[in-house]
């Protein structure tokens, strides 16, 4: 698997970043995360699920802008690594079909100590549903479809955000 982040400024292997089209399930180069002195390696994946918003979902697609969303990417977990007590992170994000229960997204964040883990891993995934130009398109079991984020015609951007970071949309 082509690791995005390997170039100068890789903070000698403490982040590794992947935008990629393979499945993420059993993400095999999270073995590799942090050191001897990482007493705690959080994982978390985020996954493809039935329903959103109560609408039953069948499957997902997601699209990128490639080269700019693996240098956010990486920018976003190196800021990780100034902004928290880690050692190292790992994030992969897929792109292309996900059918239900996919992984979409896996972060992997390595530290001394379990407490450390738990917000870095949180603000990485906050950060990157609200910069990494990667956009969502949810298909429905009733063949409708929608790009999540995206208004519709005629709507106008709400100033504030959900907890998600999803823009909200006013008719």
């Known amino acids: ?17 992947w935008i990629t089209r393979e499945s993420l399930d059993g993400f095999e180069p999270f073995a590799e995360l942090g ?3 990482d007493g705690a390696v959080l ?11 109560g609408r039953a979902v069948a499957s ?14 990486s920018a976003i977990c190196h800021e990780a690594l100034e902004r928290f007590d880690i ?9 292309g079909e996900l059918g239900l229960r996919e992984v979409s997204v896996a972060i992997g964040v390595a530290a001394g100590h379990r407490d450390a883990c738990y917000p870095a891993s949180r603000w ?5 549903k609200a ?3 990667v956009w969502k398109h949810e298909h429905y079991r009733d063949g409708d479809s929608h790009w999540v984020g995206a208004p519709r015609a005629g ?3 709400a100033e504030d955000r959900s907890s998600t970071g999803e823009r909200r949309v006013a008719p």
Do not use: C, S, W
């Open 1 to 17: 698997m082509p690791r995005a982040d390997e170039g100068p400024g890789a903070a000698d292997g403490r982040v590794r970043t």
């Open 35 to 37: 050191t001897e002195a």
């Open 43 to 53: 994982l978390f994946q985020g996954r493809v699920r039935e329903t959103n918003r």
């Open 60 to 73: 997902l697609t997601y699209e990128a802008y490639g080269e700019m969303a693996e240098r956010e990417l």
């Open 87 to 95: 050692g190292a992170v790992f994030a992969a994000h897929r792109v």
């Open 124 to 128: 990485i995934m906050e950060t990157l």
């Open 131 to 133: 910069k990494l130009p």
């Open 155 to 157: 709507a106008t951007v």
